[in-house]
């Protein structure tokens, strides 16, 4: 996989998952997008696409973003998470403040960063 291929999949996860999120939500899903991959060996590609890991994936017909300015702005938080320390404290986690998945429960809470709470 090239940087670029990289790049291309991680800034699609956070606009399908985080486009509507404040910068910093978007760039704390980034960080765990970087931090599953770390911590699991895989491209950033291979983690993306891992069944059941993002609700995105199953739900769309099309991965291209039909919004080009949140595009470029989670372009632009991608780089941010590409260029800073992991605030998360290495979250593989995270899911909206308004449910509360069965997995939970067996995971560190971290913050919350926007709608989503994070968890290592």
Known sequence: MTFLEGLLWLTLNVYHEARSEPEI???AVAHVTLNRAAQRALSIKKVVNQPYQFSWIK?????IP???QAFFQC???VYIALNSSDFT???TYYHLDNIQPNWAAEHTYVAQYGSHKFYK
């Open 89 to 91: 404290a290495g979250a």
């Open 25 to 27: 939500g978007q760039v």
């Open 75 to 77: 372009m632009k938080s």
């Open 66 to 68: 039909e919004d080009p």
């Open 59 to 63: 739900q769309k017909n099309s991965y």
